[in-house]
């Protein structure tokens, strides 16, 4: 599936706004199952004024605010795009530090940024898929 996600970004790169996230729907085509909405709790859920397409009934909503499986940091909403972003935050860093990644991922407050493996990495990635030498 990666293999023909891939090939999908490069042979269609004008129709990739989310380069991971259209590949991958493009190659798997409604061959999925939907997950509860608690196991990507996003923008939507903690800034409603602010996302107008919100599809949850206000039940739905509070639970997944009430008990998050996974916690989708999107948007400018983001903890490492500056202190005070999101209301759970410190719950987000307090989870990276205990990961194999907290030296390695550039939104760690304890790591400068632009110098990390992660971002290096992100960056040949998207040289390469955009045809330019990495």
Request: glycine content about 6%.
């Amino acid at each position: 599936m990666f293999e023909r996600a891939i090939s999908t970004a490069l042979e269609h790169p004008d129709r990739m706004k989310y380069w991971d996230q259209c590949a991958l729907n493009y190659v798997i085509r409604g061959d999925y199952l939907e997950l509860d909405p608690a196991w990507n709790v996003g923008p939507f859920v903690y800034y409603p004024p602010h996302c107008h397409d919100v599809v949850y009934d206000k039940e739905t909503v509070a639970r997944c605010i009430y008990d998050p499986k996974a916690i989708h940091y999107g948007g400018t909403w983001r903890p490492w795009k500056g202190p005070g972003r999101h209301w759970r935050e410190a719950e987000f860093y307090r989870y990276l530090y205990r990961t194999a990644w907290r030296n390695d991922v550039y939104c760690a407050p304890w790591m400068g940024r632009g110098n990390t493996l992660w971002t290096k990495t992100r960056q040949r990635v998207k040289k390469m898929i955009r045809g330019t030498n990495a």
